[in-house]
């Protein structure tokens, strides 16, 4: 599906997010020049948290706030994108306290996975209906 301009680049974000959440399940195959062992694919997770996610989630908060008042229902599911938001931040930052890190992660991973797919399945589709070119320039002019 052909992402809005507004929306590509944030879809694209998705996409090495898509691929540390893979990373992170259990039984995960091994993917060419990432980590392989359950502590190198911690430290990677939290570098990948700190490094671009962190920025990642507050240009989709702003993005949320932006466009909330098209729609009811981006406004409904923008609020638990804010919510799941928290949520996975806890969830890395947690990581280095974890008892049972492969489980840890495996949650994580899951988690990370559906946030995304609701992201570019859902909440994307309906900010490109119900949001005017005018208002989707105004985002990307914002978030880039």
């Known amino acids: 599906m052909k992402r809005s301009e507004s929306l590509a680049p944030l879809s694209r974000e998705h996409h090495s997010a898509l691929i540390l ?3 992170l399940k259990r039984g995960a195959p091994a993917y060419k ?4 062992t359950i502590p190198e694919k911690m430290g990677y997770a939290v570098k990948m948290f700190n490094d671009s996610m962190k920025e990642h989630f507050r240009k ?6 932006m466009v909330a008042h098209c729609h009811e229902d981006i406004k409904k599911l923008g609020m638990e994108i804010l919510m799941e938001h928290q949520q996975l931040t806890e969830y890395f930052l947690a990581l280095n ?3 049972n890190l492969e ?3 495996d949650i994580l991973g899951n988690k990370l996975d559906l946030h995304i797919r609701k992201e570019e399945r859902v909440l994307f589709p309906l900010i490109e209906k119900h949001c005017s070119e005018k208002e989707l320039r105004e985002v990307e002019l914002l978030l880039n």
């Not at 020049?33 to 392989?36: K, S, Y």
């Open 103 to 105: 489980e840890a992660m």
């Open 21 to 23: 959440a893979q990373l």
């Open 60 to 65: 989709e908060e702003i993005l949320i706030e």
């Open 97 to 99: 306290q974890a008892s």
């Open 33 to 36: 020049g990432l980590p392989t």
